[in-house]
């Protein structure tokens, strides 16, 4: 508050004087104490020039809930070769539990090439789940999973439960199990995956144009894929068959197969997606099928 002190409110003198010694600060001109009894913020050190101040200056990196401690430990200095250092260890089972969960978080999240703030924010859910008692007598790595599911399904960040199971100690079943526990403890509410967060990621893995990737979001729009998951569907089928019929509305035909392949899901729900995306948008799509898997157009509106 002091240092937005500028002008003197008696006589608006800009002549205002702190006093560390008497703790004021007072103006110059009329005398009058503005403020008493200040408290130093400043370091308890004296530096006598900008060198001086610069090696004496202790700073760390900030807060960070990914970091067992929340990064505010005091690190010992570093003894001569030769001077063993006494190290007294009193972390109890659960400061244990918490960092080994953080280093899960970490690992996991870098594998799957998710930022810091899921990261951070998975970190935060862990501790609330802790703190509410969830964590004791069940698998660390399952709550892990399923906590960095649902931190990506709250941050938009299109990643399903088969990629999250891939780089977890745990599989699949255990891992939606966990996902649908903590949902009920923690009384957390999703809203319906968005089919069309996960078309760009899968576009560029299959290859295709930017002009694919649109003229899919925009089938997804238009059929109002949210609803959609509301039902029963799953966003990687509607977002498989989404992209299959822009695919071959654009000239740049995959197969059922290679799509199902990329996006980790089946050709009968490729096939099954798309017959009802072509009815539900007035598409006359012939859903025959060779053995290659591939599908005939027979009159598709543009969209």
């Not at 709250?154 to 439960?161: A, D, E, G, K, S």
Request: contains cysteine.
């Amino acid at each position: 508050m002091t240092n937005r002190i500028r002008n003197c409110p008696e006589c608006g003198s800009k002549n205002v004087v702190s006093d560390s010694r008497h703790a004021e600060l007072y103006c110059a001109d009329c005398g009058m104490v503005i403020a008493e009894n200040l408290v130093d913020i400043g370091p308890e050190w004296r530096a006598f020039d900008a060198e001086q101040a610069s090696r004496r200056t202790r700073t760390g990196p900030g807060m960070s809930y990914r970091i067992h401690d929340k990064g505010l430990s005091t690190p010992t200095p570093v003894m001569p070769p030769g001077i063993r250092r006494v190290r007294w260890v009193n972390i109890d089972s659960n400061e244990k539990t918490l960092t080994f969960a953080l280093v899960e978080i970490d690992r996991m999240a870098c594998a799957l090439k998710l930022p810091a703030n899921i990261r951070e924010a998975t970190s935060v859910l862990y501790r609330r789940a802790a703190k509410e008692k969830l964590i004791k007598g069940r698998s660390i790595e399952e709550l892990v999973s399923a906590m960095l599911y649902i931190v990506c399904r709250q941050y938009n960040v299109p990643r399903t439960l088969k990629e999250i199971a891939e780089v977890s100690r745990s599989p699949l079943k255990k891992i939606r199990r966990a996902y649908i526990f903590l949902l009920r403890k923690l009384e957390i509410k999703l809203a319906p995956a968005d089919p069309s967060l996960f078309i760009p990621r899968f576009c560029s893995e299959l290859g295709l144009s930017p002009a694919i990737r649109e003229r899919a979001i925009d089938i997804i729009k238009k059929d109002k894929g949210v609803e959609i998951a509301t039902k029963g569907w799953g966003p990687i089928g509607t977002a498989a068959a989404a992209i299959y019929i822009a695919a071959i509305l654009g000239g740049e035909y995959r197969t059922e197969k290679e799509i199902a392949h990329a996006m980790g899901t089946t050709e009968i729900t490729i096939r099954n997606r798309y017959k009802e995306l072509g009815k539900r948008l007035d598409l006359k799509i012939d859903g025959t099928s060779s053995r290659e898997g591939k599908g005939e157009v027979c009159a598709m509106e543009s969209l």
